[in-house]
């Protein structure tokens, strides 16, 4: 199989198409930025820069990368509303730059000599559907990578925001477009992958037919030289890493917190909540913010256990960082298939702030049992290095192109 991936922005820090290169079947990988040259002086400027520095992975060829940095640098700065707008004008930029990558994306692949017996299209949700209809017409077999479980997280989540009013900034519905563009991109697609048994569960809700659906879940790549704990001693901290908001379950975690005076609780990642909700926080509770990649590392290795109490997470990558640093992860079961409950972590009901903080305390008062889980967890991250991921996507389609022909053979027959 040769491989095509187009994705909008810098997931999984390029973990799809890195898995593909190394397997040695990319064919081309196209992004809408991408850091070529200067990236130790682009480091130096202020926090947008820096992040730009990050729009690049050693292991993808020059030669194999098609970006548009220049015209996306000028959308980007026309049409970007500002992470602090409404959630309507933030979902239809989305929107708007899904279809501007979708276009260029299939532009250029209009341009190019197409195999349909070896070439494959994977790609990302909202900046797929131009690509996809191309590909449609050419007849190359495309996988469509739905990154959240759809509209039926969101309705979960507007339950959630009814039950803990005032704790958001912003609450407006995501816009009809945005639903209907993730529609059609599904319709196109041969196969719509998720990454865990969660998505694919809320995915089947919206009628996606389960005969389409594949999850492959996350790969992580562990960097550094990285060694288990060998000891748990101190004033317990926790961590959080991600998105500071409701769908994430921090109103459970600051919960848990009051019930946990000498735990230190150390929150890190874009706030979406209200200021007044920070404010009101324990004062074992530390908020810092949006944190740059580079900076991620020394947060997991001050700290003793990994906490992910989400509501609905389509994998949510942090929990395999945080076990490649050697962090037990407390989560639930709305999300990615990592943790072993008892082994390598502990899986705690969702929306449940009391089984939460019994969780934590578990493991404060066990420090033996922390060290041997945050040993396992080390171990286990191992399970979903790349380019394991690759491997099964391609997998995948095997089994799927065999099931689809055996079908049309019967229906031939009958």
Excluded at 249 to 256: D, R, T, V
Excluded at 339 to 357: H, K, M
Aim: charged share 25%; aromatic share 10%; hydrophobic share 45%.
């Amino acid at each position: 199989m040769r491989w095509i991936v187009a994705q909008l922005g810098a997931r999984q820090h390029y973990a799809v198409p890195v898995a593909f290169e190394r397997l040695g079947h990319l064919r081309l990988f196209y992004t809408e930025a991408w850091c070529r040259w200067g990236r130790e002086l682009v480091r130096l400027g202020p926090s947008d820069f820096r992040a730009f520095a990050n729009r690049f992975h050693p292991e993808l060829p020059g030669s194999a990368v098609k970006s548009f940095t220049p015209s996306y640098g000028a959308f980007h700065l026309a049409h970007f509303p500002g992470h602090s707008s409404t959630r309507a004008r933030l979902y239809r930029f989305f929107v708007n730059a899904g279809a501007w990558f979708g276009t260029r994306v299939a532009e250029h692949l209009s341009r190019q000599t197409l195999n349909p017996s070896e070439d494959h299209f994977f790609a990302f949700n909202t900046g797929a559907l131009e690509a996809l209809s191309l590909m449609r017409k050419l007849g190359v077999f495309t996988v469509l990578d739905q990154i959240d479980p759809g509209r039926e997280e969101e309705r979960l989540i507007a339950l959630e925001r009814e039950k803990w009013p005032g704790w958001e900034n912003f609450v407006d519905p995501v816009p009809e477009e945005y639903w209907n563009r993730i529609r059609e991109e599904w319709g196109l697609a041969d196969i719509v992958m998720v990454n865990s048994e969660w998505s694919k569960k809320l995915l089947i809700c919206q009628r996606i037919p389960e005969s389409k659906l594949i999850v492959v879940p996350l790969a992580y790549q562990r960097l550094g030289d990285v060694r288990p704990r060998e000891a748990a001693n101190g004033q317990l901290t926790v961590l959080w890493l991600g998105g500071v908001n409701l769908r994430k379950g921090i109103q459970y975690l600051i919960e848990a917190a009051k019930s946990l005076p000498k735990v230190r609780f150390v929150v890190a990642g874009p706030i979406g909540i209200r200021e007044e909700r920070v404010r009101s926080a324990p004062e074992n509770v530390v908020f810092g913010g949006r944190v740059q990649r580079n900076s991620i590392g020394s947060l997991y290795q001050q700290a003793h256990v990994f906490v992910l109490p989400t509501l609905s997470d389509g994998f949510a990558i942090t929990q395999l960082e945080a076990m490649a640093h050697g962090l037990p992860v407390i989560t639930t079961s709305n999300c990615g298939e990592v943790v072993t409950d008892g082994v390598d972590g502990l899986i705690v009901p969702a929306a449940n702030s009391e089984a939460l903080a019994a969780a934590i305390a578990r493991l404060d008062a066990n420090r033996k049992e922390l060290v041997a889980m945050s040993k396992r967890a080390f171990d286990r991250a191992d399970q979903f290095e790349l380019p394991k991921n690759a491997q099964q996507i391609e997998d995948a389609i095997r089994v799927f192109k065999t099931e689809r022909d055996k079908r049309l053979q019967g229906s031939e027959k009958a």
